[in-house]
């Protein structure tokens, strides 16, 4: 298919690295103060490509694994959880929060895939762009690693990243560079074990510094190139 990228984002980071923030599409602050680490990453992320009021689809393998975590250790001790806490736990929490705060009407897809969760979002982003051509599609994609009561299932997620992709077919932006995206049978398997590769590779490629992308699993993905037809 063919689809345009028209704006992107993409933050890793493999130290406590505050997450990247901008101003020009503040939320409230009584909205803002319940977004932790990896509510502002994500935020942080989609603040200047929510304009035009998107679809979006949000992925994430573990959410917000932090705030679990605490909610685990509450219980574990006996004491009671905060419905706050616990309504900002489940995976579309922080979607639904910007939502609020940047009054977008669009419906959501949120996506939890295990190790396939960046592919599984890209594919449901392609999707949507085939189902509604008219219309703008948010990928937001963010993993943040996991806390330390978890640390012996770090080794699948060491590394901080959040991405966020704004995409359109191709006939919306006639006047953009186009893209096509091809499926593949995934004998390129870059994605597993929380790989950091196809990650990066989707920021290079964006940014012309590779000819193509895969990013795939086993059987199943996806490659990018430039429409040079």
């Known amino acids: 298919m063919y689809l345009v990228i028209k704006e992107w984002s993409f ?30 990453a994500a935020a942080g992320m989609s603040t200047d490509k929510v304009q035009g ?14 705030r679990s975590a605490t909610i685990l250790q509450e219980i574990a001790r006996g004491e009671d959880v905060s419905p706050m806490q616990f309504s900002l736990s489940v995976h579309n929490a922080v979607s639904g929060i910007l939502s609020i705060g940047w009054k977008l ?9 295990g190790e396939e969760s960046f592919l599984m979002g890209v594919t449901e982003s392609l999707s949507l762009l085939t ?31 959040a991405s966020a992709l704004l995409m359109s077919s191709s006939g919306h932006e006639e006047n953009s ?9 995934g004998a390129s398997n870059n994605n597993k074990k929380g790989n ?31 429409n040079v037809a």
Do not use: C
């Open 11 to 40: 933050w890793h980071a493999s130290t406590d690295e505050t997450p990247p923030s901008s101003k020009i599409n503040p939320l409230p602050a009584a909205l803002r103060r319940r977004l932790n680490k990896f509510g502002r």
């Open 53 to 66: 009021d998107p679809l979006i689809v949000f992925a994430s393998r573990y959410g917000d694994a932090e």
């Open 105 to 113: 009407k669009e419906f959501q897809s949120v996506i939890s895939a």
């Open 131 to 161: 189902a509604y051509p008219d219309k703008d599609v948010l990928f937001i994609y963010i993993d943040l690693p996991l806390p330390e009561i978890f640390s012996e299932f770090r080794d699948t997620l060491s590394v901080s990243r």
């Open 177 to 185: 560079d186009q893209l096509v995206a091809l499926p593949s049978d």
């Open 196 to 226: 950091l590769l196809p990650f990066k590779e989707m920021e290079q490629f964006l940014e012309n510094k590779i000819n193509n992308v895969s990013i795939s699993s086993e059987g199943y993905g996806w490659v990018f190139q430039r």
